[in-house]
T-cell receptor
Framework: SQKIEQNSEALNIQEGKTATLTCNYTNYSPAYLQWYRQDPGRGPVFLLLIRENEKEKRKERLKVTFDTTLKQSLFHITASQPADSATYLCALGRALGRLYFGRGTQLTVWP | GAVVSQHPSRVICKSGTSVKIECRSL??????MFWYRQFPKQSLMLMATSNEGSKATYEQGVEKDKFLINHASLTLSTLTVTSAHPEDSSFYIC???????????????FGEGSRLTVL
């Protein structure tokens, strides 16, 4: 079965710095990889999707990379703000298939 | 973006009773809906996949008779936890894939979740 590891349960950084979260997977190559944000007691909110044939995707202060050789995705938040504090989930899927989620990394950005 | 509404957001019930949770897609037709449960500090675990007009597909280890799923229309799916017990207490989240965005990208639109507490 698919195994997804997000590098750490918690990450604490200072405001203005770049937060980098890691997602590693095993067993098969997904067609795409997604990142979601989840706030306490809420449902996840979609942030970015990157396909297997894409190396990098950007959206405002967010950047995602996808290395299918390493079986790894990196998720970057530049110029981080306290409002970015949340749990970030990576999810893998095949075309029109169900998603496998990692356990998430809880990011705290302190002033 | 697309909106998925989930109701109720919180429910407390006595052991042995049944609880129904509704999931609605408000501005798009959801051909496929997914039900997840999530324990504190854990990943979302897929329980079942429901397609409009057909029976739900349950993940291994999920009791179909205990977690009844009905996807009677393109905008509504329901999860009924039958004869609930304290170990069923969890955060249940539905998601939908449908419309142009979802079908093409695989993006899921999530509801706000329902916190079930069984006493």
């Amino acid at each position: 079965s698919q195994k997804i590891e997000q590098n750490s349960e918690a990450l604490n950084i200072q405001e203005g710095k770049t937060a980098t979260l890691t997602c590693n997977y095993t067993n098969y190559s997904p067609a795409y990889l997604q990142w979601y944000r989840q706030d306490p007691g809420r449902g996840p909110v979609f942030l970015l999707l990157i396909r297997e044939n894409e190396k990098e995707k950007r959206k405002e202060r967010l950047k995602v990379t996808f290395d299918t050789t390493l079986k790894q995705s990196l998720f970057h938040i530049t110029a981080s703000q306290p409002a970015d504090s949340a749990t970030y989930l990576c999810a893998l899927g095949r075309a029109l298939g169900r998603l496998y989620f990692g356990r998430g990394t809880q990011l705290t950005v302190w002033p | 973006g697309a909106v998925v509404s989930q109701h109720p957001s919180r429910v407390i019930c006595k052991s042995g009773t049944s609880v129904k949770i509704e999931c609605r897609s408000l501005d798009f037709q959801a051909t496929t809906m997914f039900w997840y449960r999530q324990f504190p500090k854990q990943s979302l675990m897929l329980m079942a996949t429901s397609n409009e007009g057909s029976k739900a597909t349950y993940e291994q280890g999920v009791e179909k008779d205990k977690f009844l799923i009905n996807h009677a229309s393109l905008t509504l799916s329901t999860l009924t936890v039958t004869s609930a017990h304290p170990e069923d207490s969890s955060f249940y989240i539905c998601s939908a894939r449908g419309g142009l965005a979802g079908e093409n990208t695989g993006e899921l639109f999530f509801g706000e979740g329902s916190r079930l507490t069984v006493l």
